[in-house]
């Protein structure tokens, strides 16, 4: 495997960028968009996590405008500021340029897919309404069926018909802060829209469960999971 940190150019000046090679040609491609944190070591294993499937991983920095790098997980206040300046166009202009980038590479956008987590997570789910990419994976997206804790990110509920790309949704139970009636309402709202998409819910997991860097770690549905997204990945992208 090969890792590179790289600079997306955007209309809002540069983005830091972490790309990670599978050791043979990618089958595809994978943009990792971050939690509130930031593009932090958990985000770059993620983006290795997929290229030791056989993707070219690239992590995004969508918080590049506030300049404050990235947060720990225990000074939520600070993740907040990560997202001064970043609104939901903003955020769509760093997923252009980091399309761009795999594209440049010689991946199709047919051969392109999105996984985000919290923000990110509802960040992903943005992509697949406004943006046609092989697939988007979300992990306990926050913000989508009501106004999350981010005042430039309305909620996404009303626009579920516009839904273009192959959608994966992942939540935890016992997150209170995307409480189970929210994921049916989202569920029921996808129920007559035609693109593809399938939500997945963990009876004993929280927010988090993915990371293993924070106690809401569980380890069970993080692989789960992540077994979910390659088979998502292998029947979506070209």
């Not at 590179?4 to 090679?21: H, I």
């Not at 697939?135 to 909620?155: C, E, L, R, T």
Request: hydrophobic content about 45%.
């Amino acid at each position: 495997m090969e890792t590179l940190e790289l600079k997306l150019e955007t209309t809002d000046g540069p983005a830091n960028a972490y790309l990670a090679m599978p050791a043979t040609d990618p089958i595809g491609g994978v943009i990792v968009i971050p939690e509130a944190f930031g593009l932090n070591e958990h985000i770059e294993g993620v983006a290795r996590r997929y290229a030791e499937a056989g993707y070219a991983g690239l992590g995004v920095d969508v918080f590049h405008r506030s300049g404050q790098g990235v947060a720990p997980y225990d000074d939520f206040n600070k993740a907040m500021a990560l997202s001064d300046g970043l609104d939901d166009d903003g955020f769509l202009v760093d997923l252009d340029a980091a399309v761009a980038q795999l594209v440049s590479m010689g991946i199709a956008e047919g051969n392109i897919a999105v996984v985000g987590f919290c923000v990110g997570g509802r960040l992903s789910f943005l992509a697949a309404l406004r943006r046609r990419l092989g697939a988007a994976i979300s992990y306990y997206g926050g913000g989508i069926v009501d106004q999350g804790a981010f005042p430039a990110m309305p909620a996404l509920l009303k626009e579920v018909g516009a839904l273009q790309t192959p959608w994966l949704g992942f939540f935890g139970d016992l997150d209170t802060s995307i409480p189970t009636d929210h994921v049916e309402t989202l569920r029921r709202a996808l129920a007559s829209v035609d693109v593809a998409h399938e939500i997945v819910r963990y009876p004993e997991a929280t927010h988090g469960f993915n990371c293993n860097a924070r106690p809401s770690y569980n380890e069970d549905a993080s692989a789960d999971a992540f077994g979910h997204a390659t088979i998502w990945l292998q029947r979506h992208l070209q």
